[in-house]
């Protein structure tokens, strides 16, 4: 995110929490259903960090709980203290969360991130927490930070993020990490422009988001909006991280992530990646039809033509694909490899209802444009 947005985000709330008192517009629970610590986290020389613990009574634990981070991406303690930081801490207890709101230092924040989930591991047994199971959220200005931190590959530990009313530039995403993006629609036009590109680069990766947009919802609604919808909008928050730190979700997503992988480098135009990871796949599971036309494709994007042809003709063999499906990438191989016939042949394949009029203009199928059987496929009615 540019300088100039991140101003202008602060700015936003900063100027709201001169003129009314923030409070978290959904419900959390009574004083006597949570607990709440201030421990040390962090000394070096004269800095010492603090983070704010609270845990579900004891009662409601049988078990290590997942932990719920409030991001402090501006440095010092007001992310720790804040109205806003608290309540999702406080209502995260509700959830079967153990929740933190910490102290940072401007900069060095991500570093003590990694101070902080350092600590969680060498304390998780005495505060009952599983520390390989964290799921964090940032918003506004936090998530210039934030987001960057959380799609560190390195940091596993972390399970699933939530990504509010703000974004950010990253050198890579995640595919093995579920993030929620809620958009807010009254927002600033640069701040949702932002957002939005962002969007688009993860999912054109192929990354594991879920976005959810509140076109009436102001930048802060969780604290400015007090109405059913934005309640609606933090349980659905609260819902998405239970499901997505779930052994049930996390299983699904490891057993996919090399297919997405190669998927998300297709989608990216990095047709070599793809096709590396292809191979391998198609190594281990030959019989695959639906890899084999994916593995074609790839090819095809390296202009490894012969090769994608071999790889489309055993996916035929196999069967169970679209006829278009496998059809339009196999000829256009075969045009591409400067075989006219062969490149007919599997655009005969396919219904001529299903034939896009576009290839009449493609320019990898310029090589048939003036024979008359390949005139004749548009014209059978």
Known sequence: MRPGILFVLVFLLASVACSQELRFVYPVPAPTDFTQRNLVYKQTGQIVLSLDLFLPTPSARSKPLPVFIIFNGFGGGFMRTSAQSHGWAKAATAHGFAAITAETTAEHVAEDFDSLAFYLRQHSDDLRIDPERLVVIAWSGNVSAGLPAVEDPQRKAIKAAVIYYGSADVAQVRLDLPVLFVRAG????????????????????????????????????????????????????????????????????????????????????????????????????????????????????????????????????????????????????????????????????????????????????????????????????
């Not at 057993?255 to 793809?274: K, V, W, Y």
């Not at 281990?284 to 994007?301: F, I, V």
């Not at 679209?322 to 599997?346: F, I, N, T």
């Not at 203009?361 to 090589?367: A, C, K, L």
């Open 186 to 381: 009254l927002d600033q036009p640069l701040t949702n422009q932002s957002f939005d590109r962002r969007i688009a680069a993860g999912i054109a990766s192929n990354a594991p988001w879920t976005v959810l947009n509140y076109p009436g919802g102001h930048h802060g609604f969780d604290v400015l909006d007090d109405n059913n919808l934005s309640r609606e909008i933090i349980e659905e928050t609260f819902r998405f991280a239970q499901l997505a730190i779930s052994g049930s979700h996390q299983s699904a997503l490891q057993g996919g992530l090399a297919e997405a992988s190669a998927a998300g480098a297709m989608f990216t135009d990095n047709f070599a990646r793809a096709a590396a990871l292809y191979h391998d796949l198609v190594v281990a599971h030959p019989q695959d039809a639906r890899l084999l036309l994916s593995y074609g494709n790839a090819l095809s994007g390296v202009k490894q033509y012969k090769e994608a042809r071999a790889q489309f003709d055993r996916a035929k063999t196999i069967g169970g694909l679209g006829q278009r499906d496998l059809g339009l990438p196999a000829a256009k191989a075969c045009a591409l490899d400067h075989d006219p016939e062969a490149a007919m042949a599997w655009l005969k394949t396919i219904p001529p209802q299903f034939l896009p009029a576009s290839i009449q203009s493609d320019p990898d199928f310029v090589s048939l444009k003036d024979r008359d059987d390949f005139q004749a496929l548009f014209h059978t009615h």
